[in-house]
């Protein structure tokens, strides 16, 4: 019993000194094939200070990670589970010293998160660089970060390369270098931005590698951003222009577009597609955004353009 109240207790003041949090992802689509409502994620994230220089952020990501019925190899089709599972995203320490920041663990990546802020509507959709798979959102490795001058953060990391679904595969570690310029968060702040984002894979033959050049702009209530990211992989190499805008025409009443041009440089298949969205923001009290939108997706090789009607649920806690 004495142990048992022990471990009550320890566990009480831990999540007292610490902030449990989270944020829901839910939608109601429309197509010409199918509609229904859709579970999309739920985020719960819990973290806080050891000490002044030391701290940590714990999250599990709710969602489905399989494809339901699919084809395999030999073109047979086969079925996978899909019901809802929970995963752990991130599991990372940091360290502040003179010298600057490091973080160890299962840690976010430093690829996306400034352009995916410049958008501004996770909830809405992906980035343009998390869309289209040109690097995973964290992964297993450690980091570091500093800021040399006023409004100039730099930072390295050096991590599996898997990212944080799969375990390590081979032999070769994934580098991944940032420097940003301006407020990284307009999303909540006014400001402007720009950067560089450049990683290196090393395979049994060619490396590969991703460059991305992003900007934005937030004030007057309007927001702006663009970016553009090179992927290479062996022989083959995609291209994605990302631009965004949003502007607030009424109190908690945002409208926004966004415009993405993905090319991978196949003149054989015509893989190349063109994704437009565009819709209203609607920030209710209580931590809830609804966002009815349009979502239109063009595509080089001639197919058929698909269409799809989107009511986006938020719910932040």
């Known amino acids: 019993m004495k142990k048992i109240l022990l471990v009550v207790s320890i566990t009480g003041f831990m999540f007292a000194e610490g902030k449990i949090g989270g944020v829901t992802y839910f939608d109601y689509s429309s197509t010409e094939k199918a509609s229904g409502f859709n579970f999309e994620r739920q985020y719960f994230g819990y973290g806080g200070e050891v ?17 339901g019925t699919t084809l395999n190899k030999e073109g047979n089709e086969i079925s996978e589970d899909t019901r809802l599972v929970v995963f752990l995203k991130k599991a990372q320490v940091n360290y502040k010293s003179s010298f600057g920041k490091f973080n160890f663990g299962l840690i976010g990546m430093n690829t996306y998160a400034v352009q995916e802020s410049n958008w501004g509507y996770r909830f809405i959709g992906k980035s343009a660089i998390d869309k289209n798979i040109f690097s995973s959102t964290a992964d297993l ?3 570091f970060s500093k800021s040399i001058i006023d409004n100039l953060n730099l930072s390295l990391l050096i991590v599996n390369g898997e990212g944080f679904k799969n375990p390590q595969g081979d032999k070769f570690q ?4 940032n420097a940003t310029y ?11 931005n ?20 992003f900007g934005g702009f937030a004030g007057m209530g309007l927001r702006l951003g663009g970016e553009y ?10 291209n994605i222009i990302s631009v965004s805008a949003n502007y607030a025409v009424r109190d908690k009443i945002d409208i926004f577009a966004r415009y993405d041009m993905v090319d991978d440089n196949d003149d054989v298949n015509k893989n190349g597609k063109n994704y437009l969205i565009t819709g209203i923001v609607l920030t ?13 997706t063009t595509f080089e090789n001639e197919t058929e353009a698909l269409t799809e009607y989107k009511v986006n649920f938020q719910f932040k806690f």
């Open 284 to 296: 209710c009290d209580g931590g809830i955004s609804v966002a009815p939108n349009m979502r239109m």
């Open 174 to 177: 994934k580098i991944a270098f």
């Open 194 to 213: 720009a950067g560089l984002v450049y990683t290196m894979e090393s395979t049994d033959t060619d490396a590969n590698t991703m460059t991305s050049l």
């Open 141 to 143: 490795g450690v980091g």
């Open 51 to 67: 000490s002044d220089q030391v701290s940590y952020k714990i999250l599990f990501d709710v969602g489905r990670t399989n494809l």
């Open 182 to 192: 301006g407020e990284s968060n307009l999303n909540k702040n006014e400001g402007y």
């Open 229 to 238: 990211d090179m992927f290479t992989k062996g022989s083959v190499e995609s």
